[in-house]
């Protein structure tokens, strides 16, 4: 059965019970239940399949954490054409970038932002057509197999973010692992799932399928009460939720209060982490506060549809390995370790991971890389990624070590370095940029921009929130620096490229 298959049925089954619910700041508290979501869906992707007919172009669905995003992206794989999700952290000049990229014929907004493109779809507009058409979408339109359900863009070197396609198969091949983790047998259970990251992060797609694939309750946790402690902890009781899928990094902002414990949470069986290194501290730290629950380590990027490697963190576990494993590889897929020149590496040594199978991308949207590829195990010819991680292999278990090239991950968030200097480069008043990650106890803590400027600095402080200002009208706001450096020249090496080494060497 495919999962929107699944979900319809759940419209049968469990109609009442809450697909979504978002409890914001100010404990407004909105909520879908599974027969609205199918029924609106249905009505919705009745409407985009009358209005587009032939233009199956994908279609960006605008907005934050609201139950109506749920909708959007249902009716858009029900009428056939994939999702794009934009999360309002997203600057309008970005959002713009991935409007042209998609050449998405319509974008459907859930937040009441003003958004100055033709064609945009606001929430009661959206609700207007679900009110007045009685008309559903058959299931001949539905997105399929090798389709594709959904894009997420990603930050992208060139200054651009990068689409990543992903298909129903490769979603279908994750969510059907995605829920044996743990190995709870969740699908007799009604489960509650904690979603931390927004929709546009591809770890929420973790949270969110998984959730209507079991049919349980997606509780959302706005960006809002993620930066209110009172809010985040009065949220997550109220979830009263038994599984929590988050960063490590969010994991630490739950824990650094002591009230975050199994009297807080109860129910909790399962916490389910990717995206970052998992700190010994942080998972014994969860063993310790919830002694019923498991903590789960997968590895994976954006491009293999979120995760392609689980590790149970046991007390054992923690004795065994400083830094954690991240695990095995799920069924389905491959990982190999690789040199440069593409040999395979034996068990031990450290070199590319290069993830092969069931749930590899096709590919970027409009962008051929030679990241990408196919290779046969077996008899089974698979997707191919070079993920640009460096890793090895140890006791059966995959070890990742940091990044071949300049892409980090700052708070959970990954982030293309040079992503960050071409927009700096954007603003007419920088003549040079180089942007260096600072690290504190091994996980980078904050960024520092060096910059050559065209005018006379007076005061940095004012000339910063100059440039600040100037960026965050491209950039989301957890990609803007946090220091800024101004120099006359930034320093270069014998071979005339910029001598990072020397730059770090300031902020140590
Ligand atoms: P994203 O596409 O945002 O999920 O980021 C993918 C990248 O995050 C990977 O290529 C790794 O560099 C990093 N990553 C993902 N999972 C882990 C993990 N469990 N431990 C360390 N790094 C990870």
Same mark, same amino acid.
């Given at each position: 059965?495919?999962?929107?298959?699944?979900?319809?049925?759940?419209?049968?089954?469990?109609?009442?019970?809450?697909?979504?619910?978002?409890?914001?700041?100010?404990?407004?508290?909105?909520?879908?239940?599974?027969?609205? @979501?199918?029924?609106?869906?249905?009505?919705?992707?009745?409407?985009?399949?009358?209005?587009?007919? +032939?233009?199956?172009?994908?279609?960006?669905?605008?907005?934050?954490? !609201?139950?109506?995003?749920?909708?959007?992206?249902?009716?858009?794989?029900?009428?056939?054409?994939?999702?794009?999700?934009?999360?309002?952290?997203?600057?309008?000049?970005?959002?713009?970038?991935?409007?042209?990229?998609?050449?998405?014929?319509?974008?459907?907004?859930?937040?009441?932002?003003?958004?100055?493109?033709?064609?945009? /779809?606001?929430?009661?507009? /959206?609700?207007?057509?679900?009110?007045?058409?009685?008309?559903?979408?058959?299931?001949?339109?539905?997105?399929? =197999?090798?389709?594709?359900?959904?894009?997420?863009?990603?930050?992208?070197?060139?200054?651009?973010?990068?689409?990543?396609?992903?298909?129903?198969?490769?979603?279908?091949?994750?969510?059907?692992?995605?829920?044996?983790?743990?190995?709870?047998?969740?699908?007799?259970?009604?489960?509650?799932?904690?979603?931390?990251?927004?929709?546009?992060?591809?770890?929420?797609?973790?949270?969110?399928?998984?959730?209507?694939?079991?049919?349980?309750?997606?509780?959302?946790?706005?960006?809002?009460?993620?930066?209110?402690?009172?809010?985040?902890?009065?949220?997550?009781?109220?979830?009263? =939720?038994?599984?929590?899928?988050?960063?490590?990094?969010?994991?630490?902002?739950?824990?650094?209060?002591?009230?975050?414990?199994?009297?807080?949470?109860?129910?909790?069986?399962?916490?389910?982490?990717?995206?970052?290194?998992?700190?010994?501290?942080?998972?014994?730290?969860?063993?310790?506060?919830?002694?019923?629950? !498991?903590?789960?380590?997968?590895?994976?990027?954006?491009?293999?549809?979120?995760?392609?490697?689980?590790?149970?963190?046991?007390?054992?576990?923690?004795?065994?390995?400083?830094?954690?494993?991240?695990?095995?590889?799920?069924?389905?897929?491959?990982?190999?370790?690789? +040199?440069?020149?593409?040999?395979?590496?034996?068990?031990?040594?450290?070199?590319?991971?290069?993830?092969?199978?069931?749930?590899?991308?096709?590919?970027? @949207?409009?962008?051929?890389?030679?990241?990408?590829?196919?290779?046969?195990?077996?008899?089974?010819?698979?997707?191919?990624?070079?993920?640009?991680?460096?890793?090895?292999?140890? +006791?059966?278990?995959?070890?990742?070590?940091?990044?071949?090239?300049?892409?980090?991950?700052?708070?959970?968030?990954?982030?293309?370095?040079?992503?960050?200097?071409?927009?700096?480069?954007?603003?007419?008043?920088?003549?040079?940029?180089?942007?260096?990650?600072?690290?504190?106890?091994?996980?980078?803590?904050?960024?520092?921009?060096?910059?050559?400027? +065209?005018?006379?600095?007076?005061?940095? @402080?004012?000339?910063?929130?100059?440039?600040?200002?100037?960026?965050?009208?491209?950039?989301?706001?957890?990609?803007?620096?946090?220091?800024?450096?101004?120099?006359? =020249?930034?320093?270069?090496?014998?071979?005339?490229?910029?001598?990072?080494?020397?730059?770090?060497?300031?902020?140590?």
């Amino acid at each position: 059965m495919s999962i929107i298959e699944k979900i319809n049925l759940y419209a049968k089954t469990r109609s009442n019970v809450v697909a979504c619910y978002n409890y914001s700041h100010d404990q407004v508290v909105q909520s879908l239940t599974y027969k609205e @979501l199918v029924d609106f869906s249905d009505k919705l992707g009745f409407y985009l399949q009358k209005t587009l007919g +032939d233009n199956k172009n994908p279609i960006v669905v605008y907005g934050h954490k !609201n139950p109506y995003m749920l909708v959007c992206f249902l009716a858009c794989v029900k009428s056939g054409r994939a999702y794009v999700p934009v999360d309002i952290s997203v600057p309008k000049e970005r959002v713009k970038d991935i409007v042209d990229a998609t050449n998405t014929p319509l974008v459907l907004c859930t937040e009441s932002t003003e958004l100055l493109f033709d064609n945009v /779809i606001h929430l009661d507009e /959206i609700k207007d057509i679900i009110n007045v058409t009685d008309k559903k979408i058959t299931s001949d339109y539905y997105v399929k =197999a090798e389709d594709i359900f959904y894009i997420i863009f990603t930050s992208g070197s060139t200054g651009n973010p990068k689409g990543v396609r992903i298909t129903e198969q490769c979603l279908i091949n994750f969510i059907r692992w995605a829920v044996t983790l743990g190995e709870k047998n969740f699908a007799d259970k009604q489960v509650t799932i904690i979603n931390q990251a927004p929709f546009s992060f591809d770890l929420s797609v973790m949270d969110l399928y998984m959730s209507l694939y079991l049919g349980g309750t997606l509780w959302c946790l706005e960006k809002s009460a993620q930066s209110n402690y009172g809010v985040m902890y009065e949220s997550l009781k109220k979830s009263n =939720a038994n599984i929590m899928v988050s960063t490590p990094s969010f994991a630490n902002l739950c824990l650094s209060g002591d009230v975050f414990d199994k009297n807080l949470m109860p129910k909790m069986e399962l916490f389910l982490f990717c995206g970052e290194t998992l700190p010994n501290s942080t998972a014994k730290q969860l063993l310790d506060r919830f002694p019923k629950a !498991n903590v789960i380590n997968t590895y994976g990027p954006t491009e293999s549809t979120v995760a392609v490697t689980e590790i149970d963190v046991t007390h054992e576990i923690l004795k065994g390995y400083n830094p954690l494993p991240v695990g095995e590889v799920k069924p389905g897929t491959h990982i190999f370790i690789q +040199d440069e020149s593409g040999n395979l590496l034996p068990e031990g040594d450290k070199g590319e991971i290069v993830i092969v199978g069931d749930t590899v991308s096709p590919g970027y @949207l409009n962008a051929p890389n030679i990241s990408f590829s196919k290779k046969k195990v077996g008899k089974k010819l698979y997707r191919s990624y070079r993920t640009g991680d460096k890793g090895y292999i140890k +006791d059966g278990y995959i070890f990742y070590c940091g990044r071949m090239d300049s892409q980090i991950k700052l708070h959970g968030y990954r982030i293309e370095i040079e992503d960050i200097e071409n927009n700096l480069q954007k603003l007419p008043i920088i003549k040079n940029a180089a942007v260096i990650p600072v690290e504190n106890s091994g996980a980078i803590d904050y960024l520092v921009a060096f910059v050559v400027v +065209d005018f006379e600095v007076e005061s940095s @402080l004012k000339a910063s929130v100059v440039i600040k200002k100037g960026l965050q009208r491209f950039l989301p706001q957890y990609m803007v620096p946090k220091k800024f450096v101004f120099k006359d =020249a930034l320093p270069i090496t014998d071979r005339g490229k910029i001598d990072r080494r020397k730059l770090k060497e300031e902020v140590a």
